[in-house]
């Protein structure tokens, strides 16, 4: 069965432009979760959606948004972009099975000039 | 709020010796607790995971941690490491079930020749 699927594995984009990172789920599972990671350091929780609901949400601005397809898959979106706003975004999955734990893709390396 | 922390964040041990990388948790009830491995310009694998069954859990490619409450531990250890083991490694902690990932700052290992 594949893994979690990312797009684009890699982007470069200028600071104020917009950018979209797209994620296909392990087949099954209805949950889809973002994190950050900048270099050196551990991944940070951005969201994490559920049948097409937002779940949670973790201390980002609202240039951070995202959503989920009837099909599971997940868009996040990024306005506005900065210089720190470069780093790899993970997207994890998950069935709703509270025992089953997180599955990663390999991330989206976004790259702010 | 939960949190965990990882007490190295660099280990070196030759090939052939044992690996042990600590982390400590913060929960104010039973957390569930996994050590996950990120390779260079790749995504995080789960190793092994701890959701309040046995104490010592075993996980992927020999290693295996134990749960400790006592000492609000969850190390993470191999008998035996190889090259192919060297990789940062995180200890995350669930908030919320396993919608919201918490994860440390990383213990990069290194295994010599």
């Known amino acids: 069965d594949a893994g979690v699927t990312q797009s684009p594995t890699h982007l470069i984009k200028t600071r104020g432009q917009h950018v979209t990172l797209r994620c296909s789920p392990i087949?099954?599972?209805?949950?889809v979760s973002w994190y950050q990671q900048v270099l050196g350091q551990g991944p940070q929780f951005i969201f994490q959606?559920?049948?097409?609901?937002?779940?949670g949400r973790g201390n980002f601005p609202d240039r951070f948004s995202a959503r989920q397809f009837p099909n599971y898959s997940s868009e996040l979106n990024v306005n506005a972009l900065l210089l720190g706003d470069s780093a790899l975004y993970l997207c994890?999955?998950?069935?709703?099975?509270?025992?089953?734990?997180?599955?990663f893709g390999d991330g989206t390396r976004l790259s702010i000039l | 709020a939960q949190s965990v922390t990882q007490l190295d964040s660099h280990v070196s041990v030759s090939e052939g010796t044992p690996v042990l990388l600590r982390c400590n948790y913060s929960s104010s009830y039973s957390p569930s607790l996994f050590w996950y491995v990120q390779h260079p310009n790749k995504g995080l694998q789960l190793l092994l995971k701890y959701t309040s069954a046995a104490t010592l859990v075993k996980g992927i490619n020999g290693f295996e941690a134990e749960f400790k409450k006592s000492e609000t531990s969850f190390h993470l250890t191999k008998p035996s490491a190889h090259m192919s083991d060297a990789a940062e490694y995180f200890c995350v902690v669930s908030e919320r079930g396993f919608q919201k990932l918490v994860f440390g700052t990383g213990t990069r290992l290194l295994v010599s020749p």
């Open positions: 994890a999955s998950s069935s709703r099975d509270g025992n089953q734990p997180q599955h």
């Open positions: 959606y559920y049948e097409k609901e937002e779940r």
């Open positions: 087949s099954g599972h209805k949950s």
